[in-house]
């Protein structure tokens, strides 16, 4: 199995542009998860899918966010307008039922 | 809320000293647990992990982790570490197969640890 893969792995962009990140998960699993991870915060759970219905979305930080999952095999985080603030590495993972969690490559977005 | 403690936030070691890091959860009900490991530029990597049965799990790489149910706790162990172990390690629960965030990991905060050879 090719394990999480996520698009683009880096990520440079002006203030106010739209940013859309990818993910796809491994074949199987039930769980998609969405998380940033910056020095000042650690690791966020931004929000989670189940069999691709958002079950919590509450770490999502405002309504610049947002996530879909059209199917089970794709997800996509998109920050419109995007912020120097939301410079961060964004990691999908996926997971079978309450397993282990196998966390993609990461996204490095910077936000200039 | 359910939180996990990790109270280490940077441990610095020399090569071939023993480890032990620790996590405390506050979760009272049935939980999975995990450790994972994170090297520099890289990402979260799956260290060991506790369901069920014996609370001493032994993971990769020679790292060890001991469930105590009644302290709330599962430290991570390892007996002589090396300079490639320098990264950061998180500690994670979650609320075993009940419950509305199924299927949700909590972290920790994360423990940086540095080796010098």
């Known amino acids: 199995d090719a394990g999480v893969i996520q698009s683009p792995r880096h990520e440079v962009t002006e203030m106010g542009q739209e940013v859309t990140l990818r993910c796809k998960p491994i074949s199987g699993h039930d769980y998609l998860f969405w998380y940033r991870q910056t020095m000042m915060r650690g690791l966020e759970l931004l929000i989670y899918f189940n069999n691709n219905v958002p079950i919590d979305d509450s770490g999502m930080p405002e309504d610049r966010f947002s996530a879909k999952m059209p199917n089970a095999s794709f997800s996509t985080l998109k920050i419109q307008p995007s912020e120097p603030r939301d410079s961060a590495v964004y990691f999908c993972a996926s997971s079978l039922r309450w397993g282990e969690q196998f966390f993609g490559p990461g996204t490095r977005l910077t936000v200039l | 809320a359910q939180s996990v403690s990790q109270h280490n936030h940077h441990v610095i070691l020399s090569e071939a000293a023993s480890l032990e890091l620790g996590c405390n959860y506050s979760y009272g009900g049935t939980v999975n647990l995990f450790w994972y490991v994170q090297y520099p530029g890289q990402h979260l990597q799956l260290l060991l992990k506790?369901?069920?049965?014996?609370?001493l799990v032994k993971g990769i790489k020679g790292f060890e982790a001991e469930f105590i149910k009644s302290k709330f706790s599962f430290n991570l162990r390892k007996p002589s570490v090396q300079w490639s172990d320098t990264a950061e390690y998180f500690c994670a629960v979650n609320k075993g197969n009940r419950g509305s965030t199924l299927g949700r990991l909590y972290f920790g905060r994360g423990t940086q640890l540095t080796v010098w050879p």
């Open positions: 506790y369901f069920s049965g014996d609370p």
